[in-house]
């Protein structure tokens, strides 16, 4: 179960602003969905590891050299909505 | 040219006896798209430029008598969320409608190595979200086989585009299912790579620790010349290995069934396609074995869990600041944050990242996320279990064929299920490669079934070695 305000906070937290009609919805699937997860009490997991992921249990180790940087500079400006000369820029983050 | 039945092996035998370039291929590609695609929908957008170039490098290679790669000149549908420098790279999301990509992604670069020919992008759900290509934020894909039904998805536009004939073959990227539920829903073949066999370097992250890119083709000869390809240790993607392909004798591997996987709920056109597949195997002389995996039913819950926790960590980067921004007019960078966000993410990356981040937050972490974390263990040492007594598992790919397009949208849960046979092998990392019952031509108005190898961890050479043996059969 999951409350409208519970989604409200969570769409604060997410920064994606949702209508009154959203909320509403939101909280019906994700209620559902939760619901769900609830077979996973059924399993004992007391003595067991969590698993992060990952077929390889080992460290990706590079030499200890400069390391060059792959995307061209100009690229990346390049692709930048909004710049001023090679610089990103974004509007005030006070109004 | 027998376009639609091109594969990567026929095309190679076609180029060395002269019978055509690759330039009069790709222009016949784009011919077949410009009439067929309308009625399917597989394409977002097309790289003629970038197709002509290497096409135009391809003959040149072969005309100068140089070494001539397996790929060279054969022509490929790329999902949209892989970076191909210059072009359009949306992962179907408004979000990223007027992005261009600043570099290529690892798997690209390596294709291009071999001049393979990008045809163009290929639709999908937004940033690989879903199992029908309904969530893409521009339009469905349908199945070449019946098109008043769903393609698949997350990759259906790739799946679509090789059943189609729209290309040879293609890359997708399969997170839970993604490449193998519409590589069997529309007829072909498709690879779930183990995890850390191929790059993740370019493709719009999904969750970190799931997705793994793979190839969609019409036979398993070719998939495996595809994988070939692509994969590798890249200094850009941490977890990736270089490592030498088992060499098993074929035909003394043991397949285990796992009864948890055959269980009420499957359409009986896909258990009766699996039996098939499973007596042509007996023929060939290999044995099977009744297996268990006991944690098989929690599964969709760990992986609808720690799924949606790795999205909403991903999409934290859609801010609306470094890659498009849409909405104009804004007082301060909140307000972009929060509109460009509400304008550019659907209602199913919504629902997930909200999850995502519910399952994350404090008070909640130990109950969801954490107890996810240690059922997924659970689940890799089923599989680590099994796979002591036997080399190769078979299941079923999804639980039912191609199903109506709208009929799971309301929702959302049973959309999830039919995930429910490809999820596993992405919590576990190992390799598993869906591939058609018998060959489905389209036009037959018969509805494709799949079946499913999955095997131990860099064993991909296993699964490649049995499915050769059966489509040749």
Excluded: W
Excluded at chain 2, 44 to 66: I, N, P, Q
Excluded at chain 2, 129 to 136: A, P, Q, R, V
Excluded at chain 2, 196 to 222: C, H, N, W, Y
Excluded at chain 2, 432 to 444: C, H, L, M, N
């Amino acid at each position: 179960m999951i409350s409208k305000s519970e989604v409200k906070h969570l769409a604060e937290l997410v920064r994606i602003e949702l209508t009154d009609d959203e909320e509403e919805h939101l909280a019906h699937d994700l209620g559902k969905i939760l619901d769900h997860f609830a077979e996973l009490k059924e399993v004992d997991t007391e003595s067991v590891a969590p698993l992060t992921g990952g077929a390889l249990v080992m460290n990706a180790l590079r030499d200890d050299a400069e390391a060059s940087g792959r995307v061209e500079n100009d690229a990346a400006v390049e692709s930048f909505p909004d710049k001023a000369g090679n610089l990103l820029k974004v509007p005030p983050v006070f109004s | 040219m027998d376009i639609k039945n091109l594969t990567i092996k026929s095309l190679a035998d076609g180029f060395k006896a002269k019978e055509f370039s690759a330039l009069e291929v790709a222009q016949e590609f784009f011919k077949e798209i410009d009439v067929h695609d309308k009625e399917i929908g597989a394409y977002l957008s097309l790289t003629k430029d970038e197709a002509f170039l290497e096409a135009g490098r391809a003959d040149a290679v072969r005309a100068e008598g140089g070494e001539v790669l397996p790929l060279a000149g054969v022509p490929l549908a790329i999902k949209d969320n892989m970076l191909v420098k210059g072009y359009p790279a949306t992962a179907a999301s408004h979000m990223l409608e007027h992005y261009t990509a600043a570099y290529d992604a690892t798997v690209i670069t390596k294709l291009k190595t071999e001049h393979a020919v990008f045809l163009g992008k290929t639709n999908l759900d937004e940033f690989a979200m879903g199992s029908s290509t309904e969530n893409s934020a521009f339009h469905v894909t349908k199945n070449p086989h019946d098109t008043s039904r769903v393609a698949g998805g997350s990759s259906g536009g790739s799946a679509a585009a090789v059943a189609a004939g729209l290309a040879v073959a293609g890359l997708g990227s399969d997170t839970g299912g993604s490449i193998r539920q519409p590589a069997a829903l529309c007829g072909v073949v498709g690879m779930k790579p183990t995890y850390g066999a191929v790059s993740r370097f370019g493709l719009i992250a999904m969750a970190s620790s799931l997705d793994q890119i793979g190839p969609f083709t019409k036979t398993v000869e070719d998939a495996r010349i595809l994988f070939n390809a692509i994969r590798g240790k890249d200094v850009h993607d941490a977890t990736t290995t270089n490592f030498n392909d088992a060499k098993s004798d074929i035909k003394k591997l043991t397949i285990g069934i796992p009864k948890e996987y055959f269980v009420e709920g499957i359409d009986p056109a896909v258990a009766k396609g699996v039996d098939e597949a499973v007596q042509k195997l007996k023929k060939l002389g290999f044995s099977f074995k009744e297996i268990s995996l006991p944690h098989t039913k929690y599964a969709l819950s760990v992986y609808y869990i720690i799924m949606p926790a790795e999205v909403s960590t991903n999409l934290a980067r859609f801010d609306g600041i470094r890659y498009a921004r849409d909405v104009k007019d804004v007082k301060n960078l909140k307000e972009v944050y929060i509109k460009n966000r509400a304008h550019g993410f659907g209602p199913e990356t919504r629902r997930r990242v909200l999850l995502g981040t519910f399952v994350l937050s404090s008070g909640y972490y130990d109950a969801y996320y954490a107890k996810a974390q240690k059922v997924r263990r659970l689940i890799k040492e089923d599989f680590d279990n099994a796979f002591k007594e036997v080399d190769v598992i078979l299941s079923p790919v999804t639980p039912t064929p191609a199903f109506k397009i709208g009929e799971k949208t309301a929702d959302p849960l049973s959309m999830y299920l039919s995930d429910i046979f490809t999820i596993p092998a992405n919590l576990a990392g190992i390799p598993a490669i869906s591939i058609p019952v018998k060959k489905y031509t389209v036009g037959s108005g018969e509805l494709p079934i799949g079946f499913q190898l999955m095997g131990k961890h860099f064993h991909e050479a296993d699964l490649f070695g049995i499915g050769e043996l059966y489509e040749k059969e």
